[in-house]
């Protein structure tokens, strides 16, 4: 079972802007894959979900929506998330996970899997 290694977080001023990566230790093509980020003393949400099929389709949560583009190069086994014009509220570790189930318009956090260890982003005010 492969697992992601995600990087890119960092300490940012509002309105910043980072690229957050996620590398797995094996083949993603299949999978959906998603961004997720658990905020302080908040629950696991998903931030964006892309889909394994061939067009790759997209879901956002209302709150990114503008700022957050999620991509994926599956000769890299790589996800990633650019974000601009961070805020504060993106405070947050950010996860990457993969699902085989075809869900990722759903970006629900429960039916992914193959987790990593999570890249912290802090945005300041």
């Known amino acids: 079972q492969f697992k992601f290694v995600e990087s890119g977080g960092g300490l940012v001023q509002s309105g910043g802007s980072l690229r957050l990566s996620c590398v797995a230790s094996g083949f993603i093509a299949a999978y959906d894959i998603g961004w997720f980020r658990r905020a302080p003393g908040k629950n696991l949400e998903g931030v964006s979900c892309i889909s394994s099929i061939d067009d790759h389709s997209t879901y956002y949560r209302d709150s990114v929506k503008g700022r957050f583009t999620i991509s994926r190069d599956n000769d890299k086994n790589t996800a990633y998330l650019q974000i601009v014009d961070l805020k504060p509220e993106d405070t947050g570790v950010y996860y990457c996970?993969?699902?085989?189930?075809?869900?990722?318009?759903?970006?629900?956090?429960?039916?992914?899997?193959?987790w990593g260890q999570g890249t912290l982003v802090i945005v300041s005010s």
């Open positions: 996970g993969a699902d085989t189930r075809h869900l990722y318009y759903r970006c629900d956090p429960s039916t992914y899997d193959h």
